[in-house]
């Protein structure tokens, strides 16, 4: 897409703090960090939301997370633990429109999650 | 897992408000909600975190992830928006050691995400 940041990031067009990438998925650091540790995760094709994941595209998930886990060792945030969050939508104050999910942890996360 | 609460679930040996499930997956209501829809999808095989996903087991996410998108509609969500949120480990505060994806929505979700 043109004009999504995230793929402009992906194209390197935009430039962001890479901490992991393979041929399905990129990750990088938030720009407005909300923890110690705070990373995006993305898929590489665009896809602007949860809902709007095709059957075709199911199979982005298992790169997502598996991306996710890698992190969160680099990170040496697993051992203390770390939230994943997916924001879908309005009422959940999505930022971009290409789906990504956020890696936090180095920091105690309360509850409810927002 | 004999001892684990939401495996006594999937079993029906301990009672829940199931709003969706199929052969991989079972979706029941947060018996403390945080927010008007609070829905946990979790895999039927046990899986204590996201840290414990093992290759063979990480196409779950898909199937985790299809009955969100599934419930998301039911709930008419959809439109309005949604968090998805996934806590591992002790600083994200896992309350029940079987991977559970959280749902929420019907409310404005505020940032940081705990």
Redesign the interface.
Known sequence: MVDCLFCQIVQRKIPATVVFENEHVLAFRDMHP??PVHVLVIPKPHVSS??E?TPEK??L??K???A??QI?KQEQ??????????????????AVAHLHL?V???????????
């Open positions: 909300q923890a949860v809902s994941m199911m199979g998930w298992e997502i997370y598996q996710a886990q969160a945030i697993d051992g203390s633990g770390f939230r994943l969050v997916v924001n879908n939508g309005p009422n959940a104050g999505q956020h936090l942890g180095g920091r105690r996360l309360t509850w409810p999650p927002g």
